[in-house]
T-cell receptor, first 113, second 114 residues
């Protein structure tokens, strides 16, 4: 079955880089996602990567995928206080017409001014 | 318009009440979802509608009843809930269910059952 693991907490200083890690178990995953959730809000899709890619960069965000080790990471450059939130890793797996997301437990990022 | 709108934002109900949560999107998405999220936990999938037909029901108790009146609307009817059903209920939509499930989430309804 699918399982997505993340560390629960990360604390960084403003201006530093943050790296949030995730491991997954389903080798049939096609897409992997990072979602951000601020307090009292829904989830916001930050970025995603197709399983045949190694890296994707989008402004301050860099996603690295090691498919052999089933390891995904999200790097946030120049972390700001507004980046404080919970970050969920998610994988999409399944068959045609039946894809489903499995979320990790979320990493709470705290940015120290 | 890239929004998923949920109403109400907050709801307090007694165990004998009947209430409904509403969700609306105008992005032309053909898949819509209900998730339940307890505090400090990831969202848990409840129901998936694909092209207005219920395609997944994750063994949700019958006191939760989903309805998809048209491709833009998704409702969740609540009846005889228990206090442990208190949670944030999130609606989401995606283009379809063909493999790249870029989900757009609403802000959720924070439900308290007394």
């Amino acid at each position: 079955g699918e399982d997505v693991e993340q560390s629960l907490f990360l604390s960084v200083r403003e201006g530093d880089s943050s790296v949030i890690n995730c491991t997954y178990t389903d080798s049939s995953s096609t897409y992997l996602y990072w979602y951000k959730q601020e307090p009292g809000a829904g989830l916001q899709l930050l970025t995603y990567i197709f399983s045949n890619m190694d890296m994707k960069q989008d402004q301050r965000l860099t996603v690295l995928l090691n498919k052999k080790d089933k390891h995904l990471s999200l790097r946030i450059a120049d972390t700001q206080t507004g980046d404080s939130a919970i970050y969920f890793c998610a994988e999409s797996a399944g068959g045609a017409g039946s894809y489903q997301l499995t979320f990790g437990k979320g990493t709470k990022l705290s940015v120290i001014p | 318009d890239t929004e998923v709108t949920q109403t109400p934002k907050h709801l307090v109900m007694g165990m004998t009440n009947k209430k409904s949560l509403k969700c609306e999107q105008h992005m032309g998405h053909r898949a819509m979802y209900w998730y339940k999220q307890k505090a400090k936990k990831p969202p848990e999938l409840m129901f998936v509608y694909s092209y207005e037909k219920l395609s997944i029901n994750e063994s949700v108790p019958s006191r939760f009843s989903p309805e998809c009146p048209n491709s833009s609307l998704l409702n969740l009817h609540l009846h005889a809930l228990q206090p442990e059903d208190s949670a944030l209920y999130l609606c989401a939509s995606s283009q379809d269910r063909a493999g790249n499930e870029k989900l757009f989430f609403g802000s959720g309804t924070q439900l308290s059952v007394l």
